[in-house]
């Protein structure tokens, strides 16, 4: 464990003593010429036409369906975004990249290259060619939740068998569509998808990584049809997109506490990451969760165990490294008897957002992409996600997403020159307000407000929409002594990618 502690340990002692004011201080700099500015959206969040095309029913519009989001709201119409006019706002807001994603069940509505919905894919063509068309590249995902019904009646990411489909999925999309995009990513965020769909929500104890297991798996095989069959014709990266809040001490001065927040970061960004970088799971996750199993009468931990074989197979599947980020936590032990025995609270003085779970907390983005640099060896980093939610009152006057995007680019601006963090790219989450999962219309995060009461789904840009395509246009934030607003650009041009093939 020396390893996964000293990561953490060069991270929080370079940060520690810093004052607020240290902490806070704004860097009036501009990142490099070739970064990538980008927003994002969500199949199933954004498009609608949930059953129009051929498509089939995918495990949220089930969701929504049996009741179970806010309200009784379901994505059905969702924003309407089944047509290619959004990318009109995408111009307006500036962007050189959208990060988007595909509905599998869309192109595929059983899951499976038996049946292929070529009106689903036609979508998909149109719609990337009037980005590109605009000067915008496709950033697409290829699996962000909206797992195909059909595939959960016969188990789901808990069948081993979907490893085998969802490679075929990908190897069909690639075929298909690859020849006009040169960003992908595999899956968005497996941890959400393992332990809140599968450990919260559904059974806890063993499933959760039994789910996590048939992810990495499916991601490594995705990456190598890619880097096998594709790559060369195609010229494309690809890699998968991790989450992670940043964990600190409650109490700074307690060892237990620093100890529960390395144990929470090993179980969060650590249980995906290291298998990609490293090729297993990290030390504290199976020393943890083997003692815990053989604890509660296990005769084995319930963290399965990857082949020799899988090892070689998952390591190194990257081109980048795909990180989403949104709020830190402050961490204590506990005694659970499945997961890291971690606990979370916040600091009341962090700032409130729309979201229960997100606390403005711009400090801690900077110190996790440290640890990323410190924990797997300074990997090129796009940030695939980022961004702050409202409740309430429709209010197109959102200083309080401005606030929050200045002051964490900045963060990450600060980290990129100060801390030599490889940051290639940003994408603020999202584009339009849209069907937030289980909260339904009722938390928005978008830069356009969908207004539902007009026939025609109107998008009415909120104020950010000007703040966000200003960093943009200037990117980054150069100093005012330069004489013009957008002057100052850092000297020289990113580093080229280096394709991590194997």
């Not at 990513?185 to 497996?190: D, K, Q, S």
């Not at 289980?438 to 950010?464: C, M, Q, T």
């Not at 929409?465 to 020289?492: M, Q, R, W």
Request: overall charge negative; hydrophobic content about 35%; some cysteine.
């Amino acid at each position: 464990m020396t390893g996964l502690r000293n990561s953490y340990q060069t991270v929080w002692d370079k940060f520690k003593s810093q004052t607020t004011a240290e902490r806070d201080l704004f860097l009036q700099e501009s990142f490099p010429s070739g970064f990538q500015w980008a927003t994002s959206s969500v199949s199933f969040k954004t498009e609608g036409g949930w059953s129009e095309g051929g498509k089939g029913e995918t495990i949220w519009d089930r969701f929504g369906h049996e009741g179970l989001a806010f309200a009784n709201q379901t994505a059905d119409l969702a924003c309407d975004s089944y047509l290619e006019e959004d990318v009109a706002i995408l111009k307006q807001l500036k962007v050189t990249h959208y990060r988007f994603s595909i509905s599998w069940s869309r192109v595929l509505p059983d899951g499976t290259t038996n049946y292929i919905n070529e009106a689903g894919l036609n979508y998909y063509h149109r719609l990337v060619d009037a980005l590109i068309a605009a000067n915008i590249q496709p950033h697409v995902t290829l699996y962000h939740w909206d797992l195909p019904q059909a595939l959960q009646d016969i188990g789901g990411w808990e069948n081993d068998t979907i490893v085998t489909k969802f490679r075929d999925y990908a190897d069909f999309i690639f075929d298909r569509l690859g020849h006009k995009v040169k960003f992908w990513i595999t899956i968005n965020e497996p941890y959400n998808v393992a332990m809140i769909g599968h450990g919260i929500s559904f059974r806890p104890g063993t499933l959760p990584y039994v789910i996590g297991h048939n992810l990495l798996k499916a991601h490594a095989e995705a990456w190598h049809i890619y880097n096998d069959k594709y790559r060369a014709k195609q010229n494309g990266i690809i890699s998968i997109t991790i989450n992670s809040d940043w964990s600190e001490p409650r109490n700074p001065y307690k060892q237990e506490d620093y100890d529960a927040a390395i144990r929470a970061i090993q179980f969060y960004i650590g249980w995906f990451a290291h298998p990609v970088y490293n090729g297993d799971y990290n030390d504290i996750m199976k020393t943890v969760i083997r003692e815990r199993s053989l604890a509660a009468g296990l005769s084995e931990s319930r963290l399965p165990e990857f082949t020799p074989e899988e090892v070689k197979r998952i390591k190194g599947t990257y081109d980048y490294f795909g990180f989403n980020y949104y709020t830190t936590v402050l961490t204590f032990p506990v005694d659970y008897k499945n997961l890291q025995g971690a606990g979370s609270t916040v600091d009341l003085t962090w700032l409130d957002s729309g979201s229960g779970w997100l606390k403005v907390t711009p400090f801690g983005f900077r110190r996790i992409l440290n640890f990323i640099k410190e924990e797997y060896g300074n990997p090129p980093i796009i940030i695939t996600e980022n961004g702050i939610s409202e409740r309430g009152t429709v209010d197109l006057n959102d200083t309080h997403r401005s606030h929050y995007y200045e002051k964490y680019i900045n963060q990450a601006l600060k980290a990129y020159l100060l801390d030599g963090v490889d940051i290639r790219g940003y994408t603020a989450w999202s584009l339009m307000d849209n069907f937030e999962w289980a909260k339904g219309f009722s938390e928005r995060f978008g830069f356009f407000y969908v207004n539902h009461s007009d026939p025609n789904i109107s998008r009415v840009a909120k104020k950010s929409v000007s703040d966000y395509s200003k960093i943009i246009t200037c990117n980054g934030f150069p100093h005012p002594a330069s004489g013009h607003e957008c002057l100052n650009p850092v000297e020289g041009k990113l580093t080229p990618w280096i394709v991590n093939s194997t």
